[in-house]
């Protein structure tokens, strides 16, 4: 079972990113499904959250009017669209089924001022 972060990169405030999660070995489809950030030296913090039908979402009072959590069942993804980014989302995003204790590697988000 693999969960595969890709999409990131270095960006300028204000611009936007769009983050992808593949998840490979079984289906997540019946699952909520998360992303999460840990900056230098901080801890990792819950970033959005989205249901397995994908009606319901939430996010972090930091992202949210900014950050875009979807998910395409049918090909077993889940998607951040980050716009308006600022330099204090700079992190490491990980991607995770947390009911089923499945993290993804991260990858890096790098806003420079």
């Known amino acids: 079972v693999q969960l595969q972060a890709s999409g990131g990169g270095l960006v300028q405030a204000g611009g936007s990113l769009r983050l992808s999660c593949a998840a490979s070995?079984?289906?997540?489809?019946?699952?909520?499904m998360s992303w999460f950030r840990q900056a230098p030296g901080k801890e990792r913090e819950h970033v959005a959250t989205i249901s397995w039908s994908g009606i319901s979402t939430y996010y972090a009072d930091s992202v949210k009017g900014r950050f875009t959590i979807s998910r395409d069942n049918a090909n077993n993804t889940v998607y951040l669209q980050m716009n308006s980014l600022k330099p204090e989302d700079t992190a490491v995003y990980y991607c995770?089924?947390?009911?089923?204790?499945?993290w993804g590697k991260g990858t890096q988000v790098t806003v420079s001022s």
């Open positions: 995770a089924a947390v009911n089923l204790g499945y």
């Open positions: 070995g079984r289906t997540f489809s019946n699952y909520a």
